[in-house]
C-alpha cells in the first residue's frame, strides 16, 4: 500500500511539473506584457518613470514593433526551469498533503461527506511557500530578462545569473522572496482550492466523460483564475518591483546603491503614494487573462495524465 501510494505521489509530481511548463510556453508573451507593465510608471525610478505602454494589446505590438517578436519570449528559459521546480514541488505538494490529510480523516467532513476548506487552504499555502521560496532566482532572473528584452539591454540566461551574482551576491538571487511568497500564498490559497470545489459542483452537471472533462476543467480554472488574479495582483506588482530593481555590491571598486525600495510595505507605500492605489493592479488585464489559458491548459493536461 505504502509502495503504491508512493508511485502515485512521485507521479503527481511529475504531471505537476511537465503540465506546467506547457502552460508557460503557451501563455508567456502574456506575461512579459504583465511585467512591462507592472514596472512603468515608477515616479521615485527614474529609468523606468515613463508610461511607455497603454495597456496588454499595445505593450504587445510595441514589443514585437520595436524589440521583434521573439522579445515576447525573453525570460522564457528561466520561467520554464521555475516551472520545473515550483510546478512539480507546488502541485504534488499539494495533492500528496491533501492525500495524507484524506487519510488522517482531516480532510473530509464526515457530516457534510465534503472537503473542508480550512484543510485545502492549508494544503495549498504551505505548498505555495515551499515551492515559491525555492523557484525565486529563476523567478528573479525571469523578470529581469523580461525587462531587458532585446537590443543592446539584450542578456542570456547565464549572463543574467552571473551578473546578479557577482553584483548582488546570493542574496540577489532571492530578491523579492518574501512578497514571492505572500503572493503564492495567496495564489494558491484561492486558486486551487476554488479550482477543486468548482470541479466537484459541476461534476454533476457535466459529468466525467473526457469531452466533458475538459470542459469542467476549463470552466473551474477560468472561475477560479479570477479569483487568483484580483487576490494576488497587488503583491504582483510589489514581487516584479523588488526584483527589478538593482543592489549592486561593488561597481568600480566603489559601493554603489540602488535600491529604491526597502521591503514589500516600502514598495506597496510608495507606489500608492506616488502613482495612486490603482497602480497597485497594474498588469491587472494580462495577469487575469494569462491566468484563464494558463490553468486551462495545465489542469485539462494534468487531469488527463493523472488518468495515464
Same mark, same amino acid.
Given at each position: 500500500?505504502?509502495?503504491?501510494?508512493?508511485?502515485?505521489?512521485?507521479?503527481?509530481?511529475?504531471?505537476?511539473?511537465?503540465?506546467?511548463?506547457?502552460?508557460?510556453?503557451?501563455?508567456?508573451?502574456?506575461?512579459?506584457?504583465?511585467?512591462?507593465?507592472?514596472?512603468?510608471?515608477?515616479?521615485?525610478?527614474?529609468?523606468?518613470?515613463?508610461?511607455?505602454?497603454?495597456? +496588454?494589446?499595445? #505593450?504587445?505590438?510595441?514589443?514585437?514593433?520595436?524589440?521583434?517578436?521573439?522579445?515576447?519570449?525573453?525570460?522564457?528559459?528561466?520561467?520554464?526551469?521555475?516551472? #520545473?521546480?515550483?510546478?512539480?514541488?507546488?502541485?504534488?505538494?499539494?495533492?500528496?498533503?491533501?492525500?495524507?490529510?484524506?487519510?488522517?480523516? &482531516?480532510?473530509?467532513?464526515?457530516?457534510?461527506?465534503?472537503?473542508?476548506?480550512?484543510?485545502?487552504? $492549508?494544503?495549498?499555502?504551505?505548498?505555495?511557500?515551499?515551492?515559491?521560496? &525555492?523557484?525565486?532566482?529563476?523567478?528573479?532572473?525571469?523578470?529581469? +530578462?523580461?525587462?531587458?528584452?532585446?537590443?543592446?539591454?539584450?542578456?542570456?540566461?547565464?549572463?543574467?545569473?552571473?551578473?546578479?551574482?557577482?553584483?548582488?551576491?546570493?542574496?540577489?538571487?532571492?530578491?523579492?522572496?518574501?512578497?514571492?511568497?505572500?503572493?503564492?500564498?495567496?495564489?494558491?490559497? $484561492?486558486? &486551487?482550492?476554488?479550482?477543486?470545489?468548482?470541479?466537484?459542483?459541476?461534476?454533476?452537471?457535466?459529468?466525467?466523460?473526457?469531452?466533458?472533462?475538459?470542459?469542467?476543467?476549463?470552466?473551474?480554472?477560468?472561475?477560479?483564475?479570477?479569483?487568483?488574479?484580483?487576490?494576488?495582483?497587488?503583491?504582483?506588482?510589489?514581487?516584479?518591483?523588488? +526584483?527589478?530593481?538593482?543592489?549592486?555590491?561593488? &561597481?568600480?571598486?566603489?559601493? $554603489?546603491?540602488?535600491?529604491?525600495?526597502?521591503?514589500?510595505?516600502?514598495?506597496?507605500?510608495?507606489?500608492?503614494?506616488?502613482?495612486?492605489?490603482?497602480?497597485?493592479?497594474?498588469?491587472?488585464?494580462?495577469?487575469?487573462?494569462? +491566468?484563464?489559458?494558463?490553468?486551462?491548459?495545465?489542469?485539462?493536461?494534468?487531469?488527463?495524465?493523472?488518468?495515464?
Amino acid at each position: 500500500m505504502k509502495e503504491t501510494l508512493k508511485e502515485r505521489d512521485i507521479r503527481i509530481f511529475a504531471y505537476g511539473g511537465i503540465a506546467s511548463i506547457l502552460a508557460e510556453f503557451g501563455t508567456f508573451p502574456i506575461d512579459t506584457t504583465k511585467t512591462r507593465l507592472q514596472i512603468q510608471g515608477q515616479k521615485i525610478d527614474k529609468k523606468f518613470s515613463q508610461l511607455r505602454y497603454g495597456g +496588454m494589446i499595445d #505593450a504587445f505590438f510595441k514589443i514585437a514593433r520595436d524589440e521583434g517578436v521573439t522579445a515576447l519570449y525573453s525570460g522564457v528559459w528561466p520561467a520554464v526551469l521555475r516551472q #520545473a521546480v515550483y510546478g512539480t514541488i507546488k502541485y504534488g505538494t499539494y495533492y500528496s498533503l491533501k492525500s495524507f490529510a484524506r487519510e488522517g480523516g &482531516l480532510l473530509v467532513d464526515p457530516k457534510t461527506g465534503s472537503e473542508r476548506v480550512w484543510c485545502t487552504v $492549508v494544503c495549498a499555502a504551505t505548498a505555495g511557500v515551499i515551492s515559491s521560496a &525555492l523557484a525565486n532566482p529563476t523567478d528573479v532572473l525571469k523578470v529581469r +530578462m523580461q525587462v531587458s528584452g532585446k537590443g543592446s539591454r539584450q542578456k542570456s540566461l547565464w549572463k543574467c545569473f552571473y551578473e546578479i551574482y557577482k553584483f548582488e551576491g546570493v542574496k540577489g538571487l532571492w530578491r523579492g522572496v518574501v512578497p514571492t511568497t505572500q503572493r503564492a500564498i495567496i495564489i494558491t490559497s $484561492v486558486d &486551487l482550492p476554488v479550482y477543486d470545489f468548482c470541479k466537484s459542483r459541476l461534476l454533476n452537471i457535466f459529468g466525467d466523460q473526457p469531452i466533458t472533462h475538459c470542459m469542467r476543467s476549463i470552466s473551474s480554472s477560468s472561475i477560479s483564475s479570477l479569483s487568483a488574479a484580483i487576490a494576488s495582483t497587488p503583491m504582483d506588482v510589489v514581487r516584479t518591483r523588488l +526584483m527589478n530593481q538593482k543592489h549592486l555590491l561593488a &561597481l568600480n571598486e566603489t559601493n $554603489v546603491t540602488q535600491n529604491i525600495y526597502r521591503g514589500s510595505f516600502h514598495c506597496a507605500i510608495e507606489t500608492v503614494r506616488h502613482e495612486g492605489l490603482m497602480a497597485l493592479y497594474k498588469g491587472f488585464i494580462p495577469a487575469w487573462m494569462r +491566468m484563464g489559458p494558463w490553468n486551462a491548459i495545465f489542469f485539462v493536461t494534468f487531469e488527463q495524465m493523472k488518468k495515464l
